[in-house]
């Protein structure tokens, strides 16, 4: 949480306040929801061109890390079955 100073200045709950009195639950509370909205106000939309580069982008790194991560599943079952066996082998025949 938050207070506001008498400056008009906003510090963490744990601050002291020129006042040194907390402020009750509700003022709190409506601090929170003012300070939620300025945060939404700052908050920019991208363009139809953005957000198709973004998904663009994001789908290109899902495919790389899948390659990335069949490929690494493709070795460890390799090195596994040339350490213990090809499955359904048995062991001295």
């Known amino acids: 949480m938050a207070q506001d100073e008498p400056n008009g200045e906003i510090v963490a709950a744990g601050g002291k306040s020129a006042g040194g009195k907390r ?18 106000r700052k908050v920019v939309t991208p363009t139809r061109q953005e957000l198709l580069k ?9 495919v790389i890390m899948m390659a990335v991560v069949y490929g690494l599943d493709f070795v460890f079952s ?10 359904g082998q048995l062991v001295g025949s």
């Open 23 to 40: 402020p009750n639950i509700f003022s709190r509370i409506a601090l929170f929801i003012r300070q939620v909205f300025a945060e939404l």
């Open 54 to 62: 973004f998904t663009a982008v994001v789908l290109a790194f899902v």
């Open 78 to 87: 390799w090195m596994a079955s040339v350490v213990f066996g090809a499955p």
